[in-house]
């Protein structure tokens, strides 16, 4: 009598590897927050030139999706005092690239940007920051040319929409 071969040995099957995934957004945002909060050194640390780096590839995508002209943007900026600040340009990806690297200098960090619609003329954007700047002053404290000191960027950013609304100018038809 011969004796039959083992039966193949059977392996289990093992799960894959968990997917290498790339932290959202919020919390890089978060991070980055708390380390400008507790006073970064220069030059900033990865984690805030990271999360930097992917607030500028929104606003580069914004722009790329909707087109130049007169816009209003708002930066939420941390560091050792926080700050949101709302400016205007025609070109806001070289101004807020500016920003970026002037606060760079001084241990502060862009933390998010929010762009508004374009505006056609010169008069309706400078309006519009006007509005927007008398709307922030209401309720925070204004501590340079266009920085308001611990602000929230949502009314920031929802006072810079208003602004736009109300002063872009509007054609017959609209």
């Known amino acids: 009598m011969t004796i039959p071969p083992p039966p193949p040995a059977v392996l289990p099957l093992l799960a894959p590897p968990p997917a290498l995934s790339r932290p959202s957004f919020e919390q890089t945002k978060e991070e980055a927050r708390e380390i400008l909060l507790a006073g970064a050194s220069a030059p900033l640390p990865s984690k805030v030139r990271f999360h930097q780096e992917r607030v500028l590839d929104r606003v580069h995508d914004v722009l ?4 130049k002209g007169q816009r209003l ?3 939420e900026i941390a560091g050792p005092i926080p700050r949101v600040k709302i400016g205007r340009s025609n070109n ?3 101004r807020i690239r500016q920003h970026v690297a002037e ?3 001084y241990q502060y960090g862009l933390i998010d940007a929010h762009l508004t619609t374009a505006v056609d003329d010169l008069l ?4 519009a920051e006007a509005e927007a700047h008398i709307g922030m002053g209401k309720r925070y404290t204004p501590i340079a ?3 308001f000191r611990d602000a929230d960027f949502t009314v920031a950013s929802l006072w810079a929409d208003v602004g736009v609304l109300l002063h872009q100018s509007h054609k ?3």
């Not at 790329?64 to 087109?67: D, H, I, K, P, V």
């Not at 309706?124 to 309006?127: F, L, N, P």
């Open 124 to 127: 309706s954007i400078t309006r």
């Open 92 to 94: 806001p990806w070289a």
């Open 172 to 174: 017959e038809g609209d």
């Open 73 to 75: 943007y708002v930066l």
């Open 145 to 147: 040319s266009e920085a």
């Open 64 to 67: 790329a999706r909707t087109g």
């Open 103 to 105: 606060m760079n200098g």
